[in-house]
């Protein structure tokens, strides 16, 4: 019964989707180039790259274009950095500072929910958390950029798990530090010790330990599979509940309701349960580390008890960081930690508006002068611009 009416539901959205709501088609609705790249990782995952190769505002296609790779958040995709239009968005932003930007899509995501190998049927697929997403796909999207563009450093900014999967890549894969020519890290996330969100006060005590009997059914799993079909019908019965959201909560102040709205359409965008769940481990241990798989395999792949830790003195990479107050998932005290076990971090940058939240960075009115703005004048230093 369930399944008859999912289906109808999912039959029901394919109906009402419109190619415009994929980001190629987004770009170009605002008369931007748009291509779309796809990428192969040595575990047989195809990853969809985005790309906005030049200005048709700066018609810069001959100029020198140095390249720019933007990773999305979790339960996100590639829309996340189009959703508030040329105006606002960091893609177009720096596509008019004369940037060639690149939009990277995770593995498990609904632009990268292929693979080669393994069917998304099977529990192998969904194998993989952040982890994997900064060992793998980032560099393997970062090697792609540089050889199709022939340049030797990309420069990289990264929301929320965008962020912790560049530290992920960085520490564990030191090498790649030479291929970055600077970081920008909005709403940085590492450490979870003191997130205010409900969300891991509610679920990380069982969700966040490995041998818990919920934790154990959801590993290895799609993440709330069904949501790519329920969204657009959501949609369509329930109007624009998001003007209700700011009377809820000071979370949503600063949000732009049309740019919530495109949220809405385009997530959940399709993750592994074991991201949420990797997240949760370490609201659990207060560190920044590997997967906690239970004693015994731990043991077997990480020789010792306990997951290691990563090593973020590893990070060589010119790296920003800016962060937000009202951060419920990032928030100032963890943000602390981070500061201080990043020794060679270039720039911690508060944004200074007290009610200025998680996702801000993606969705706000303000975003613009609050932090586009801030990050195209860094990337323009690195390039002596
Ligand atoms: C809000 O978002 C819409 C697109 O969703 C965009 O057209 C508009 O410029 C944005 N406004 C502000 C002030 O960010
Ligand atoms: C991904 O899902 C969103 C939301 O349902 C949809 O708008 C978009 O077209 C989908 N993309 C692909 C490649 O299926």
């Not at 709501?21 to 990428?39: F, L, M, Q």
Request: hydrophobic share 35%.
């Amino acid at each position: 019964m369930q399944f008859i009416f999912f289906g109808l539901l999912c039959l029901i959205s394919k109906l009402v989707n419109n190619p415009e709501w994929k980001s190629d088609g987004r770009i170009r609705s605002h008369g931007y180039p748009a291509e779309r790249h796809t990428v192969t990782t040595q575990d047989g995952y195809v990853l969809t790259l985005f790309r906005i190769p030049y200005s048709h505002k700066l018609q810069n296609q001959n100029a020198k274009r140095p390249a720019v790779l933007l990773q999305h958040g979790l339960f996100s995709n590639s829309d996340a950095w189009l959703c508030s239009g040329p105006d606002n968005s960091l893609a177009y932003l720096l596509a008019d500072a004369g940037y060639d930007v690149w939009l990277g899509n995770a593995r498990g995501n609904n632009y990268s929910k292929k693979n080669k190998m393994v069917s998304v049927n099977s529990p192998k697929f969904w194998h993989f958390d952040w982890h994997e997403i900064g060992t793998i796909d980032i560099p393997a999207m970062i090697d792609y950029i540089l050889e199709e563009t022939g340049q030797s450093q990309v420069h990289y900014a990264g929301h929320s798990q965008g962020t912790t999967v560049y530290l992920v890549m960085l520490s564990e894969r030191p090498e790649y530090n030479a291929k970055i020519k600077s970081g920008h890290l909005l709403a940085p996330c590492a450490f979870f010790e003191h997130a205010p969100s409900m969300a891991f006060k509610l679920f990380a005590p069982a969700l966040g330990n490995p041998y818990n009997a919920f934790s154990k059914g959801l590993v290895d799993k799609e993440f709330l599979p069904f949501t790519l079909g329920i969204s657009p019908l959501l949609d369509l019965f329930c109007g624009d509940r998001t003007k209700y959201y700011r009377s809820f909560t000071d979370y949503y102040k600063n949000s732009n309701m049309s740019s919530l709205a495109v949220l809405r359409k385009t997530h959940f965008a399709g993750n592994s349960n074991n991201q949420v769940l990797h997240y949760m481990q370490l609201w659990i241990s207060k560190k920044f580390r590997q997967y906690d798989w239970g004693l015994e395999k731990n043991r077997e792949l990480y020789g010792q008890d306990m997951p290691p830790d990563y090593d973020l003195s590893k990070i060589t990479a010119a790296t920003h960081a800016y962060t937000a107050h009202n951060d419920d998932k990032c928030g100032p005290q963890d943000v602390e930690t981070l500061v201080s076990s990043f020794p060679h971090l270039i720039e911690h940058h508060r944004i200074p508006l007290e009610s200025f939240s998680h996702l801000d960075f993606i969705t706000a009115i303000n975003m613009k002068e609050l932090v586009n703005d801030l990050v195209v004048k860094r990337i323009n230093l690195y390039e002596g611009r």
